[in-house]
Nanobody, 127 residues
């Protein structure tokens, strides 16, 4: 059973940085993907970034390209989302999600493709 636990959210000023972490346990499949999604109040959950096993390919939503970086540690048990140049519109609850199979780029962006979710961590960017 895959379990995910997020950490690292908080309050930051616009232009600042935060690093979110996702602790992954129960991963047994060689094909695996971890994605970050976010949901702002009154809005749909949207894709942010994803990283897949075994090739480490990454995917990003256009509005975060060049500002956010997703990466994993050597053990594969931690996935991070480094967020820089944060904007007020990045304010949302951020969720880590995982799926034990190989997803295409298009699939990786769909929350319906992920079967496991963390509890979320709140990110608030102030002016």
């Amino acid at each position: 059973q895959v379990q995910l636990v997020e950490a690292g959210g908080g309050l930051v000023q616009a232009g600042g940085s935060l690093r979110l972490s996702c602790a992954v346990s129960g991963r047994t499949s060689s094909s695996f993907i971890v994605g970050w999604f976010r949901q702002a109040p009154g809005k749909e959950r949207e894709f942010v970034a994803a990283i897949r096993w075994p090739d480490g390919r990454t995917y990003y939503e256009d509005s975060v390209k060049g500002r956010f970086t997703i990466y994993r540690d050597s053990s594969g048990n931690m996935v991070y989302l480094q967020m820089t140049s944060l904007k007020i519109e990045d304010t949302a609850d951020y969720y880590c999600a995982a799926e034990p199979r190989l997803l295409s780029a298009a699939q990786a962006m769909g929350p319906e493709e992920y079967g496991y979710w963390g509890q979320g961590t709140q990110v608030t960017v102030s002016s």
